[in-house]
């Protein structure tokens, strides 16, 4: 297990400021907090009035209204249902690794409090749960305080263990509630079985999956004799990297991530993969645009 401190730049937040996160889904109308839905009635704020139509509650006439206009109007109210935001990041011993900058984790853990912030601007839920053989729970709360927190445990999280999603998917999903906005953040270098079984898992829910690799692997960025250290179960090859090499291993990359994409789509989950080289910003960035443009 790894229990270094690790590096989380955060400055990033303030430039989310500009955006919302869109939900796109129903939600259950078991919760409540800050989603706004126009009815008549009791509510958090007073979005306007409307006429009185037969079957309306007596007790919404604004009387004083009727003293003006000799009308009877009735008060709409803005009522609040919120979703509750899990996010699961991957924190197995392959999401150390890094060829230069942040460990695929440290990355991830900047995805992961970016979306956090982001539900908080609704007062919505939410909660960080890391992952690997099992499930390091979080409970889900509210505001920004609860964010400093978070930030600091994943600042000082343990990493270590084997990916094992499939298993760790079936123990979180007994702690969802309701239909709910989950997030997971992995490198995904696990059985694809496994990771498919995940998505269809939590597909009852609004899905994003998140693939964070380190650029070498993501390109294969190195050839010659090389030593390849399998970072989960600590197996090493001595190999010589050439250009056949990197072309097969590029094959069964791109045949891997196909598959995740595949289940994604098969689920109506959202994908995205990014390269740990990608600045934060731009991947919000791309995320956010493509929510808006459905």
Not at 51 to 78: C, M, Q, S
Request: aromatic share 12%; charged share 30%; hydrophobic share 35%.
């Amino acid at each position: 297990m790894t229990e270094k401190r690790h590096s989380i730049d955060v400055s990033f937040l303030k430039e989310l400021d500009r955006f919302s996160f869109m939900v796109r889904k129903r939600v259950s109308s078991v919760y409540a907090g800050s989603r706004r839905s126009i009815h008549s009635g009791k509510g958090l704020d007073t979005r306007g009035y409307r006429e009185y139509h037969w079957g309306d509650e007596p007790r919404t006439i604004d009387w004083n209204a009727y003293a003006r206009t000799e009308k009877l109007y009735v008060r709409e109210f803005e009522e609040s249902k919120s979703l509750t935001n899990h996010i699961l990041l991957d924190a197995s011993n392959s999401m150390e690794y890094s060829s230069d900058g942040p460990t695929k984790f440290e990355y991830g853990a900047m995805l992961a409090i970016g979306f956090a912030y982001l539900v908080t601007k609704d007062n919505d839920k939410f909660t960080i749960s890391t992952f690997a053989t099992d499930v390091s729970f979080s409970q889900p709360k509210r505001g920004r305080k609860y964010l400093l927190r978070a930030i600091d445990r994943l600042a000082e999280a343990e990493t270590g263990g084997k990916t094992s999603i499939e298993e760790c998917v079936k123990q979180y999903e007994k702690a969802i509630r309701s239909r709910s906005l989950v997030i997971i953040i992995s490198d995904f270098l696990d059985d694809p079985k496994s990771i498919e079984s995940a998505i269809y898992r939590l597909s009852v829910h609004e899905l994003i999956v998140i693939q964070v690799m380190d650029k070498t692997e993501k390109y294969l960025q190195i050839d010659g004799l090389a030593k390849l250290t399998d970072m989960e179960s600590g197996d090493e090859l001595q190999t010589y990297v050439s250009k056949n090499f990197q072309k097969s291993y590029q094959e069964l990359l791109n045949d891997h991530v196909y598959r995740i994409q595949e289940a994604c789509d098969h689920a109506g989950a959202d994908f995205y993969q990014f390269s740990t080289d990608t600045p934060v910003f731009d991947a919000f960035l791309e995320t956010l645009s493509s929510r808006r443009r459905w």
